[in-house]
């Protein structure tokens, strides 16, 4: 980062994560809190992954296109150890059910939230 002439700046408040979080079931079974803690990791898993693609893709820096795939590879990978998790300790329709709520309700929120420049979520 420095030989490239960056500095990371100070840490914020991720709006995006915060979002997911109050969607998090806060009573109920412990095993539903559990999925949605899962859940919430793989979704923030899978948009890492799309923004690391889509960063990959690009860029002309052969090195940086490199850098980003890989943590694309990554991030899926974190992603379906989610899903894999979620799918191990819980039954699979209701992994599935709950799963197509989390992406509505994300459709929700991104439609909250602005585009802004300094930041990748
Ligand atoms: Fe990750």
């Known amino acids: 980062m420095e030989k490239r002439g960056g ?31 899962l859940l919430t990791m793989a979704m923030i898993e899978a948009r890492s992954c799309e923004r690391f693609k889509r960063l990959s893709e690009g860029l002309q820096d052969e090195y940086l296109r490199k850098f980003y795939r890989r943590f694309m590879e990554s991030e899926a ?34 439609q909250q939230l602005s585009v802004r420049g300094d930041r990748i979520h």
Request: charged residues 35%; neutral net charge; without cysteine.
């Open 7 to 37: 500095r990371l700046g100070k840490q914020r408040k991720d709006e995006y994560v915060n979002h997911l979080l109050n969607f998090q079931q806060k009573g109920g079974h412990e095993d539903l809190r559990f999925l949605d803690r």
């Open 77 to 110: 990978g974190h992603y379906k150890l989610f899903i894999e998790l979620a799918e191990h300790y819980i039954d699979k329709e209701i992994v599935r059910k709950r799963w197509a709520e989390w992406l509505e309700a994300e459709t929700l929120i991104m």
